[in-house]
């Protein structure tokens, strides 16, 4: 089945820091988006994008819809203690498609 | 609102045993899905449903039954456990009109021995 792979499968950074990850597909998708898992808990979701090129904040998180639809990026800027998590990224190739989950990027914050 | 709830928590099977995991939503949701999340795999889906009495099959769905009698509730069921079921099960529900945006039950860890 279609795969989404999502780099760096683990990142540990200083609080302060800021973090960039991105998710890369074979495939074109329609729809990117960007989950957090908490640890003990279900996803989040972050951010939709919906249209190439598409930029979106959500507070200190940016993510980006890739110009050729086939990756997405998403940024934090200046990482704080509550930032540790599971970060996925998800895309939908057509509308009637089910949404197709990478395996995400681990945030470890150093005290 | 309790969002969306899941039990039991956690729970340990033996090899054949069977076993209902039960999903509860609040918020009216049409849309309502089961997936499960192994390490390094991410979260795959197994089944779904569109609405109240109507199933579809998701990514990985041998081993599993579902049913939606009522909108509200979304059961997951193992006839014959087997130690591969071994994972978190997650349930999620969605609004029709806005698929995308999906809110996750807490989740229940299955250890099958």
């Not at chain 1, 996803?43 to 507070?59: M, Q, R």
Request: aromatic share 10%.
């Amino acid at each position: 089945g279609q795969q989404l792979n999502q780099s760096p499968q683990s990142m540990f950074i200083q609080e302060g820091e800021d973090v960039s990850m991105n998710c890369t597909s074979s495939s074109i998708f329609n729809t990117w988006l960007w989950y957090k898992q908490d640890p003990g808990e279900g996803p989040v979701l972050l951010i939709a994008l919906y249209k190439a090129g598409e930029l979106t904040s959500n507070g200190r998180l940016t993510a980006q819809f890739g110009i050729t639809r086939k990756d997405s990026f998403l940024n934090i800027s200046a990482s704080i203690p509550s930032d540790v998590g599971i970060y996925f990224c998800a895309g939908r190739m057509n509308r009637d498609d089910k949404i197709i989950f990478g395996k995400g990027t681990r945030l470890h914050i150093l005290p | 609102n309790a969002g969306v709830t899941q039990t039991p928590k956690f729970r340990v099977l033996k090899t054949g045993q069977s076993m209902t995991l039960l999903c509860a939503q609040d918020m009216n949701h049409e849309y309502m899905y089961w997936y499960r999340q192994d390490p390094g795999m991410g979260l795959r889906l197994i089944h779904y449903s569109v609405g109240e009495g109507t199933t579809a099959k998701g990514e990985v769905p041998d081993g599993y039954n579902v049913s939606r009698l009522k909108k509200q509730n979304f059961l997951l069921g193992l006839e014959s456990a087997a130690p591969s079921q071994t994972s978190v099960y997650f349930c999620a529900s969605s609004y029709t009109n806005r698929p995308n945006e999906q809110f996750f039950g807490p989740g229940t860890r299955l250890t099958v021995l």
